[in-house]
């Protein structure tokens, strides 16, 4: 099973920068692609930013030019920069890793439990 652990949340005026991490730990194969989604209050979980293993990114329109999305294989660790933050962009932010728990098995989907990022105006 993969295991993802995320660190880098907290409070932060409007303009300011926060920098998450991600990393994946426990028995698995393989991991493939590695995101960042986002949850704010009454709405749905949507995606921020994903990377695959060989670092092709894509980003939601909301967050292109601010944030980026970066990460090292060796460490299975996946980082997301955040700058020019905009109140807007509050809300719970999940790791995402789609990987192999064994050769055998097919990919699927693992989630961490969520860093709050709250920007203030």
């Known amino acids: 099973q993969v295991q993802l652990v995320e660190s880098g949340g907290g409070l932060v005026q409007s303009g300011g920068s926060l920098r998450l991490s991600c990393a994946a730990s426990g028995t698995f194969f393989s991991i493939n692609a590695m995101g960042w989604y986002r949850q704010a209050p009454g709405k749905q979980r949507e995606l921020v930013a994903v990377i695959t293993s060989v670092r092709s990114t894509n980003y939601a329109d909301s967050v292109k030019g601010r944030f980026t999305i970066s990460r090292d294989n060796a460490k299975n660790t996946v980082y997301l920069q955040m700058n020019s933050l905009k109140p807007e962009d509050t809300a719970v932010y999940y790791c995402?890793?789609?990987?192999?728990?064994?050769?055998?098995?097919?990919?699927?989907?693992?989630w961490g439990q969520g860093t709050q990022v709250t920007v203030s105006s």
């Open positions: 995402n890793a789609n990987g192999r728990p064994a050769w055998n098995r097919p990919f699927q989907d693992y």
